[in-house]
Nanobody, 115 residues
């Protein structure tokens, strides 16, 4: 399984970014929950959001609730994270994964929120 996140970059506080994650060598079917996790500089991996496999129910860490939106498109083998009202504390490398702890994470994308 290869997971490749993209869409990161430098954004000012209050700005938005949309992250994408594409899966290869893997059938991204509705049987799999998908997760976004992140790692801030010098900190451990932190769960950000999850989306269920069959009915698309979403879950968010309290720190991003109301600002981030997770979605998936199984036919495109992709999961997305729309990030709004970004704060400096959202800075970090973002990964998609098949587990909440991020053990299965692939290549991440760097998000830097700074003025």
């Amino acid at each position: 399984v290869q997971l490749q996140a993209s869409g990161g970059g430098l954004v000012r506080p209050g700005g938005s970014l949309r992250l994408s994650c594409a899966a290869s060598e893997f059938t991204f079917s509705s049987l799999h929950w998908m997760y976004w996790v992140r790692q801030a500089p010098g900190k451990e991996i932190e769960w950000v959001s999850s989306i269920s496999s069959d009915d698309g129910v979403t879950y968010y860490a309290d720190s991003v609730k109301g600002r981030f939106i997770i979605s998936r498109h199984d036919a495109k083998n992709s999961v997305y994270l729309q990030m709004n009202s970004l704060k400096s504390e959202d800075t970090g490398v973002y990964y998609c994964a098949l587990d909440r702890r991020g053990a299965s994470r692939g290549q991440g994308t760097l998000v830097t929120v700074s003025s």
